[in-house]
């Protein structure tokens, strides 16, 4: 079983529409990252998180440290969202990022 | 705005070849990391270095080496490409802690044939 889980590994929605990526660990962690991968390989850092909540323009991350899950939010969906969301998470034994196997999004117009 | 930068963006070798995948930082970052991503398996870390001239083999080290001679230049080093090797290669930054936000680099999409 992995360490950090994501689902769904592909979704697919309407503009507008409220997006919801969740990110579930196994292990003792100092942080949990959100990461967004536009095609064509960049990516770059959403959130840095080690409890409760952080918002940014459209994307809200979550995050539950007794039950080891964190969630991303996008309200109000565009097509530019359409990416690649990786959740990872930092171990609190040796500061290790651990990655998930990232989330697809699809926002159709 | 840190500023990350990958040799090439497109690389195309053979079996058996030498490669040299170079990293660019331009913010004194202390901490330089080499990732792989492969569909379905998220980023696994290669090799990742604190400091110049030092190194620390990551997950899966096998088949790779790393160089930095200077703390801007992370270098990766394939010593003879194989096909399993053909893969989206990724360098990352921190400033100082290993907990710190991590900055990449564009990628590189290696293919070996």
Redesign the interface.
């Known amino acids: 079983k992995n360490e ?1 889980e994501q689902s769904p590994q592909n979704l697919t929605a309407q503009e507008g529409e409220f997006i919801t990526i969740n990110c579930s660990y196994s292990v003792g962690i ?2 949990l ?1 959100w ?1 967004q991968q536009h095609p ?6 959403l959130f ?1 998180l080690s409890s409760g909540k952080k918002k940014h323009g459209r994307l809200i991350a979550t995050i539950n440290i007794q039950e080891k899950h964190s969630s991303l939010h996008i309200t109000a969906s565009h097509p530019r969202d359409s990416a690649v969301y ?1 959740c ?1 998470v ?1 171990l609190d034994s040796n ?3 651990i ?4 989330t697809k999004l699809i926002i159709k117009p | 705005d840190v500023k990350v930068t990958q040799s090439s ?1 497109y690389l195309v070798k053979r079996t058996g070849e030498k490669v040299f995948l170079e990293c660019v930082q331009d913010m004194d970052h202390e901490n330089m990391f080499w990732y792989r991503q492969d569909p ?6 290669i090799y990742f270095s604190y400091d110049v001239k030092m190194k620390e083999k990551g997950d899966i080290p096998e088949g790779y080496s790393v160089s930095r001679e200077k703390k801007e230049r992370f270098s990766l080093i394939l010593e003879s490409a194989s096909t399993n090797q053909t893969s ?1 290669y ?1 360098c ?1 930054t921190t400033p100082t ?3 710190d ?7 590189t ?1 290696l293919t070996v044939l």
Not at chain 2, 40 to 45: A, N, S, Y
């Open positions: 950090v100092s942080a990252h990461l064509g390989g960049g990516i770059v850092s840095m990786i990872a930092t500061y290790q990022l990655w998930g196997a990232g | 963006r379905g398996l998220g980023l696994r870390l989206m990724l990352a802690s290993l907990l936000t991590q900055y990449f680099g564009p990628g999409r």
